[in-house]
């Protein structure tokens, strides 16, 4: 019997912002050194970004890198220079250890086609004297993470509807079987539309998770039986919108699923007709108390940013 993630249940306060950031691959080279040239970048940083033997993408490489840190400095007195991260065993990015605990932040990324989004969420500070000085980013092996989910996990995704995939062998190998029948009873021309809803929700979990496809996509189904459909303004655009779906659910396959101690809420949305994105946060019900978990997030309570690099740029050396 599938274990169903309780959509009553909700979240301690959690601030989540969202950002897009247009990405332009066809950067000049001059604006390219003159990203370079803010020394941003970690050395291991910059070397990642050289090795990309594409124009296109070590322009977009190098865009992700300095948005990102622009981003986390709008929610910290942290300088956009100072900002080190760590990777998971499987490559999920996030801050080092002493600049988590100095802020509170948490953040995940997801990058399609022309658009990026960085997603942000803010917790409680524990800790206020840290060494900021450069360090060398680490990676966190297997070997060195708790079995147990952290108290918080935090994924997003956006995808770009292509007419060119193929969707009915990704349908039999990566969905459910409920996932499957549900969208093939849809009219023709919606079940594309669906498959890529599916597939953001789906990539924003286990992007939550920091296992990405060692995780069984079949180990869970996303269930849109429920869906709700709102709108949520663009911060500090008037009268601009996107669309923000309610009531998606997270159905867990197995009951033993480590993933049942945690209370997920899940939201979907569509940036425009070819850009859909999913938002996935889940908390570990062993560290927060029930009675202290306050009404879940609503569409208030996600902030919604659109913002050119060049802008994020400019506000962080202000």
Known sequence: MPIIADKNQCYPPITPHVYFVPLDDELHSADFSAGLALGWLSEDEVAKVARYKSPSARNNALQVRLALRAVLSRHSKV????????YGAKGKPALSHDLSALTGLDFNLSHSGQWLMIGVIETTTSQQNVNL????????TQSTQSVHLPSLCFGVD???????????????HYFTQA???ALLQLPIELQRQRFFDLWAVKESYIKARGLGLALSLKSFAVDFSELNE????????VEQSVVLHQGVRLNFTDAEDIATTMIWQTKMGRLDQQYRFAVTLGVNKQDFRLDSIREGV???????????????LVDANA
């Open 79 to 86: 300088k956009p220079a100072q900002w080190q991260f760590i």
């Open 133 to 140: 000085e450069p360090e060398l980013s680490v990676e966190l």
């Open 158 to 172: 956006i995808e770009r509807e292509r007419s060119s995939t193929d969707i009915v062998p990704i349908l039999n």
């Open 179 to 181: 996932e499957t029948e």
């Open 230 to 237: 709102g709108h949520v303004q663009l911060k500090g655009k």
């Open 298 to 312: 609503g569409d208030g309570e996600l902030t919604v940013y659109q913002l050119p690099l060049a802008q994020l």
